[in-house]
């Protein structure tokens, strides 16, 4: 019963989108254009390149590199392999969602498991510094922009260091060597990356959408429309913030908020890249909580 009085109200609100979105048509069609125009401008420009690099350092066998450096350092301080910094290093320069492309291609070549990669998800989640400098730097001043972003890294590194025990068995053998001819692995990588970055466009288009049906279809003062748009998109929450009249440290706290739980549109980007692996998604959304958490008190703090 529950069920049916759940998908009968799911297709109430889907009639009273379908009739907004008729009558508001235009207004429609400009948060879709808008919505590719940040995607070409902002997400492929940055992602498609990592990805097409992230796949053929992987070729060359790269991950095996920083096993081998980083292999005394991660395992005391973390409990986990010395490739975890590569995972790090790639996804900080990338921004997410790259840690589940990273991390599901090395699950694929069989360089970490499933349970390392899952661990792995709960301290992975950087956003492009590139994004954060350029979002941030309207908002604030040089130096609060800096705090932000570092908080934003460092606080994956307290979690990592926070859950090391829950850190599954650390596989001592090195990754094992890549030997397939480079121009395979860019054909295939182009493939993937082309196929990867449409669900990326999908999603970020729906959830902008989505925030502009309910923060119009609902009367809301613009403090709540800044919340609801930050929890379904970054863009658009940082992007409302901006016209925001309240109290400056309130306002670091709120884009901290936004930046470090990510939004939906993140968390389905990433889901929808495990989709299908055995990498089960659950410990991102724990993970981002956490780093929520932890990042209110260090800005309270700093």
Same mark, same amino acid.
């Given at each position: 019963m529950?069920?049916k /009085?759940?998908d009968f109200?799911?297709?109430?609100?889907?009639i009273?989108?379908?009739?907004?979105? !008729?009558?508001?048509?235009?207004a429609?069609?400009?948060?879709?254009?808008?919505?590719?125009?940040? !995607?070409?401008?902002k997400?492929?420009?940055?992602l498609?390149?990592?990805?097409i690099?992230n796949d053929?350092l992987?070729?060359?066998?790269i991950? /095996?590199?920083?096993?081998?450096?980083?292999?005394?350092?991660f395992?005391k301080?973390? *409990?986990?392999s010395?490739?975890?910094?590569?995972?790090?290093i790639?996804?900080?320069i990338?921004?997410?969602?790259s840690?589940?492309y990273?991390?599901?291609?090395l699950?694929? =070549?069989?360089?970490i498991?499933?349970?390392?990669?899952e661990?792995?998800?709960?301290?992975?989640?950087?956003?492009?510094?590139l994004?954060l /400098?350029?979002m941030?730097?309207?908002l604030f001043?040089?130096?609060?922009?800096f *705090?932000?972003?570092?908080?934003? /890294?460092f606080?994956?590194?307290?979690?990592?260091?926070?859950l090391?025990n829950?850190a599954?068995?650390i596989?001592n053998?090195?990754p094992t060597?890549?030997? =397939?001819?480079?121009?395979?692995t860019l054909i295939?990588?182009i493939?993937?990356s082309?196929?990867?970055?449409?669900?990326?466009?999908?999603?970020?288009?729906?959830?902008m959408l989505i925030?502009y049906?309910?923060?119009n279809?609902?009367?809301?003062?613009?403090f !709540?429309k800044?919340?609801i748009s930050?929890?379904?998109e970054?863009?658009?929450?940082?992007n409302?913030?901006?016209?925001l009249?309240?109290?400056?440290k309130?306002k670091?706290?709120?884009?901290?908020?936004?930046?470090?739980f990510g939004?939906l549109?993140?968390?389905?980007?990433? *889901?929808?890249?495990?989709?299908?692996?055995?990498i089960?998604f659950n410990?991102?959304?724990k993970g981002?909580?956490?780093?929520?958490?932890?990042?209110?008190i260090l800005?309270?703090? !700093?």
């Amino acid at each position: 019963m529950k069920e049916k /009085y759940f998908d009968f109200t799911f297709f109430l609100i889907c009639i009273i989108s379908i009739i907004f979105i !008729f009558k508001n048509n235009t207004a429609i069609a400009s948060t879709i254009i808008n919505a590719s125009n940040l !995607f070409l401008k902002k997400v492929f420009v940055s992602l498609f390149p990592m990805f097409i690099i992230n796949d053929i350092l992987i070729s060359i066998n790269i991950p /095996y590199y920083f096993y081998i450096l980083f292999n005394k350092i991660f395992p005391k301080v973390f *409990k986990t392999s010395g490739i975890t910094s590569y995972v790090l290093i790639m996804s900080i320069i990338s921004g997410t969602p790259s840690q589940g492309y990273i991390l599901k291609n090395l699950v694929n =070549e069989h360089k970490i498991t499933v349970l390392e990669a899952e661990h792995m998800l709960y301290f992975t989640y950087f956003s492009n510094p590139l994004f954060l /400098y350029s979002m941030l730097s309207s908002l604030f001043s040089l130096q609060t922009t800096f *705090k932000i972003i570092f908080i934003h /890294y460092f606080s994956n590194l307290i979690i990592a260091y926070i859950l090391r025990n829950k850190a599954p068995n650390i596989n001592n053998n090195a990754p094992t060597l890549n030997h =397939e001819p480079l121009s395979n692995t860019l054909i295939k990588s182009i493939t993937r990356s082309i196929n990867t970055l449409l669900i990326v466009l999908g999603t970020i288009i729906f959830y902008m959408l989505i925030s502009y049906i309910i923060t119009n279809l609902i009367p809301l003062n613009y403090f !709540f429309k800044t919340l609801i748009s930050g929890f379904l998109e970054i863009t658009n929450g940082l992007n409302h913030l901006k016209n925001l009249n309240i109290v400056f440290k309130l306002k670091e706290i709120i884009a901290l908020t936004i930046i470090s739980f990510g939004g939906l549109s993140i968390h389905t980007q990433v *889901k929808a890249l495990l989709e299908d692996t055995n990498i089960h998604f659950n410990n991102f959304v724990k993970g981002r909580l956490m780093q929520t958490l932890i990042s209110i008190i260090l800005i309270i703090i !700093f």
